[in-house]
């Protein structure tokens, strides 16, 4: 991996650095010099390259955010992760051994609420262990523990369009959630709600993964709900996607409140260098906060 790499100062609470990988390290999720060229709408034979040789280590239990600029090939790479895209070149390794298609081990929860109109809520969430032939009262046993923990306990037997928003996004994380996944994959999960519903839904999302310690591969616009949220901030370039910049973040949260003052400090140290990589390598949709 070749580029410029930020330097910023961290106070006690975040920290920064300029690690693209986790060598030395477990790897749960090994992307490898992959590459992705789509015909050109436009030039008989020439080929759009989304993608060039891109390669990425993420560690069992890591949340890892992708933030770049539109169309930069975010989702592009996150769907050749979930198995929904072939790459052109290159693989995607889970556990050392090489994504040929989707997987239950890593659901994608995306931006609109994918859920199906006709099934209750807890049906849908139970549909995952339907396809996996899990028995039915154990299905839904299952189902209703991960709406509970979601705090959609009393709207099992809603129907989506009986729902908020929120409430169908935080259904879409419970049936992802169900099959027990070691990797999560979020595209903007969060990208068309409110900003009170998505601040709720970050700390429940935050709160999840210190439980669980699930491998999140999450994609933003947003950088504070980047900074929030991650473990590891990965900034992307355009055309070809290139990484260009990557932050450590120590651990967030209640850890952290007794450093509150040098904390801020470094967000703010964080926000502004991740903001200097976005304005230098191309213009962004939506500027989340
Ligand atoms: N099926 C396709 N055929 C041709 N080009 C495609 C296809 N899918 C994506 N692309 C192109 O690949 C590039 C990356 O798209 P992608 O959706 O991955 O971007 P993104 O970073 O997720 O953008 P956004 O932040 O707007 O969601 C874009 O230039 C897009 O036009
Ligand atoms: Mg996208």
Redesign the pocket.
């Known amino acids: 991996m070749t580029g410029e790499v930020p330097s910023v100062a961290g106070g006690d609470g975040l920290q920064a650095n300029g690690s693209y990988g986790s060598s030395g390290d477990a790897v749960k999720v090994r992307v490898d010099r992959v590459s992705?060229h789509?015909?050109?709408?436009s030039g008989e034979g020439k080929v759009?390259v989304?993608l060039d040789e891109l390669s990425l280590d993420i560690k069992p239990g890591e949340f890892v955010s992708?933030i770049?600029?539109?169309?930069?090939?975010?989702?592009?790479?996150?769907?050749i992760i979930a198995g929904l895209?072939a790459s052109t070149s290159g693989d995607v390794l889970l556990d050392g051994r090489a994504i040929t298609g989707p997987g239950p081990d890593r659901p994608v929860v995306f931006?609109e609420y994918a859920l199906f109109p006709w099934r209750t809520v807890l049906d849908n969430v139970a549909f995952p262990l339907e396809v996996a032939k899990v028995r039915k009262t154990e299905r839904y046993d299952q189902a209703r523990a991960r709406l509970e923990e979601v705090g959609l306990g009393s709207f099992a037997d809603h129907y989506p369009s009986q729902l908020s928003g929120g409430m169908r996004q935080r259904a879409a994380i419970a049936r992802a959630l169900v099959r027990d996944p070691d990797v999560l994959l979020m595209?903007?999960p969060f990208g068309a709600l409110d900003a009170i519903t998505r601040e709720l839904l970050q700390e429940q999302l935050r709160a999840l993964h210190k439980l669980e310690r699930k491998t999140i591969i999450f994609?933003t616009?947003s950088v504070p709900e980047a900074i929030r949220l991650s473990n590891r901030i990965i900034v992307?370039g355009?055309?070809p996607?290139r990484l260009v910049g990557v932050f450590e973040l120590a651990e967030q949260g209640e850890a952290n409140q007794a450093n509150f003052i040098s904390r801020e400090t470094a967000y703010a140290d964080v926000r502004d260098a991740i903001w200097g990589l976005l304005r230098e390598h191309g213009a962004?949709?939506s500027r989340g906060t």
């Open positions: 992705k789509f015909a050109a709408v759009h989304v992708l770049g600029p539109s169309g930069c090939g975010k989702s592009t790479l996150l769907e895209q931006q595209d903007e994609v616009h992307m355009i055309a996607a962004i949709a």
